[in-house]
């Protein structure tokens, strides 16, 4: 699976948009973008996934770059109950990847200030 | 839905001590893991499971033993506590969809002196 690279952390004002990215630069055709987070000391928690097409659901947006080298999470107004760890994966998206696990490195430590 | 539940939430344990960790899952998937998560670092994958009565190894396998006598639940094994077990443990599972996404369970905090 391809690795990825992100900021060691990020602050942003509560309200406003966390604009969160990720490189990704050895990514293959066949592979998701996945994004997690981890509140402090809790299972991390499925935040969005996606392909080609941008996505966009309850919890956030989804940017992937056209050469899908990079993509952006966004969190269009953040609130302090999204201070956490953000990890942004890439996995196969093959059928028989059962046995691949999710590569969590250290992610970005984001944290929403008041 | 509970989802994916572990237990005990928290244990210490005595250099030597054996113990068991259940994840249970109520979603009806085929696929369970087991990561562990050391202070500041991602997570590991120990092993993993592709259904009930399968099992395999991760990246970081040793000193670990799993079942999954029930397809609801994934036991792992410490026959042996060592300190450098001392780490929080994740469960997850993922269905049999195309989608890779796996849910994770709340962790157990794991102490060994």
């Known amino acids: 699976d391809a690795k990825t690279t992100q900021p060691t952390s990020m602050d942003c004002a509560e309200g406003r948009a966390a604009n969160l990215p990720c490189n990704h630069s050895?990514?293959?055709?066949?592979?998701?973008v996945y994004w997690y987070r981890q509140i402090h000391s809790q299972g991390p928690q499925y935040i969005i996934h996606?392909?080609?097409n941008n996505e966009t659901n309850e919890m956030a947006s989804l940017i992937i770059t056209e050469d899908r080298k990079s993509s952006t999470l966004i969190l269009p107004h953040a609130t302090l109950r999204d201070t956490a760890v953000y990890y942004c994966?890439?996995?196969?998206?093959?059928?028989?990847?059962?046995?691949?696990?999710?590569?969590f490195g250290p992610g970005t430590r984001l944290s929403v200030l008041p | 839905n509970a989802g994916v539940t572990q237990t005990p939430k928290f244990r210490v344990l005595k250099t030597g001590q054996s113990m068991t960790l259940l994840c249970a899952q109520d979603?009806?998937?085929?696929?369970m893991y087991w990561y562990r998560q050391d202070p500041g670092m991602g997570l590991r994958l120990i092993h993993y499971?592709?259904?009930?009565?399968?099992?395999a190894k991760g990246e970081v396998p040793d000193g670990y033993n799993v079942s999954r006598l029930k397809k609801q639940n994934f036991l792992l094994g410490l026959e042996s506590a060592a300190p450098s077990q001392t780490s929080v443990y994740f469960c997850?599972?993922?269905?049999?969809?195309?989608?890779?996404?796996?849910?994770f369970g709340p962790g157990t905090r794991l102490l060994v002196l």
């Open positions: 997850a599972s993922r269905g049999t969809s195309g989608r890779q996404t796996q849910y």
């Open positions: 050895t990514i293959s055709g066949n592979e998701y």
């Open positions: 996606g392909l080609k």
């Open positions: 994966i890439v996995i196969s998206r093959r059928r028989d990847n059962y046995g691949q696990n999710f590569v």
């Open positions: 979603m009806n998937h085929e696929y």
């Open positions: 499971s592709v259904g009930e009565g399968t099992t």
